[in-house]
């Protein structure tokens, strides 16, 4: 069989090259984590490749997009309730389970709950389905926007309710340095640089998605040198891979309900279904590194790591079944 075949047919199944990264990335973590000075020296060069990274988000984003999907209250508001009201509060109620299989797990069940959505995939997906691309923009946008400030104020909140220690002002402010300032300087650069990024846009996709590889790379290599998989047995992943999966399963049917409850044109629907259901690895990683710094980061950053695959799994066969029925409908039209 040919590797185009290959590929095809793990497509098929919502598995591509980047999740086949992820998987491979997590292995050369396990087998051969940076270590001592080199650890260092990857961390900083994580650091500013988040930044250079969220500096490009602000640069090709499109002003009038935010404006024009502002527009559309029902869907803005239906993400931003999904994203940073349902999430929290399902995460409170999905803790309890976890912390029985360990503590730093139910911490990164209540910080899934805390972050914002995707970007990319959310919208990839959106089209995909033939939803509403230009309101899937401006929701998993104005998401990523309000969770640079929503989300660690989110954290300390959930985590201070399940008697958790809470990370304090001078995280936050970390992150606004190696977030939220880059993306309002990306703005400023729009102009000068949009044309380019427009015609170029693999530089911003190859710059994600390996800088969430170099992040995971380093944060699996750190729980690796502290003896991450000797702390967790197999009976522990297959438990936490189950409240995963249940996590985003009450989280989808409660989207596609809530379409329902506000009669959303299709398209609407679809932009909702995708870009509230799904979290940010992109922003999670580098947060949690300074929100939880000195504590068990890889552990703590697993249930988001899985939530991230699954997702991506889940929504890439929905998305393909989706189209399918669309493309058989217009072919019998």
């Known amino acids: 069989m040919r ?21 491979l990335t997590l292995a050369l973590a396990s087998v051969l984590p940076v270590r001592g000075e080199a650890a260092k020296v990857v961390s900083s060069v994580t650091f500013w490749a988040v930044a250079v990274l969220f500096f490009l988000y602000g640069a090709k984003l499109s002003t ?32 309890s389970p976890a912390r029985m299989l360990a503590p730093a797990l139910a911490v990164g069940i209540l910080y899934i709950g805390s972050l914002p959505s995707t970007v990319q995939s959310s919208i990839a997906f959106t089209s995909l389905s033939g939803g509403n691309v230009a309101g899937a923009i401006c929701a998993a946008s104005i998401s990523n926007i309000a969770g640079v400030v929503l989300s660690p104020l989110l954290v300390s909140l959930l985590l201070a309710t ?3 220690a809470a990370p304090g002002f001078e995280a936050v402010w970390k992150i606004c340095q190696q977030i939220l300032l880059p993306f309002i300087l990306g703005q400023f650069c729009r102009r000068w640089l949009f044309a380019t990024l427009a015609r170029h846009k693999w530089i911003v996709t190859i710059f994600d998605r390996g800088t ?17 998989w000797e702390k967790l047995g197999l009976h522990i992943l297959l438990l936490l891979f189950g409240l995963i999966v249940l996590f985003l399963a009450i989280v989808m049917a409660i989207t596609v309900l809530a379409a329902r409850l506000m009669r959303m044109p299709r398209e609407d629907a679809l932009a909702l279904f995708y870009c509230g259901s799904t979290k940010s690895l992109a922003t999670g990683l ?7 710094a000195g504590q068990d980061i890889a552990l703590i950053v697993l249930p988001l790591m899985l939530y991230h695959l699954i997702q991506l799994v889940v929504c890439a066969l929905i998305s393909a079944r989706i189209a399918e029925l669309r493309n058989q409908k217009q072919a019998m039209a």
């Open 286 to 292: 580098p947060m949690a590194g300074i929100l939880f």
């Open 212 to 228: 969430i590889l170099l992040i995971v790379y380093s944060a699996f290599s750190a729980g690796v040198t502290s003896g991450i």
């Open 64 to 95: 009038e997009s935010i404006r024009d999907g502002l527009l559309n209250r029902r869907l803005q508001l239906g993400t931003l309730l999904t994203t940073f009201g349902l999430f929290p509060i399902l995460a409170l109620l999905l803790s």
């Open 3 to 23: 590797l185009a075949d290959i590929e095809a047919s793990l497509r098929r199944i919502g598995i591509d090259r980047y999740l086949i990264l992820l998987f």
């Open 162 to 164: 399940s008697g958790e």
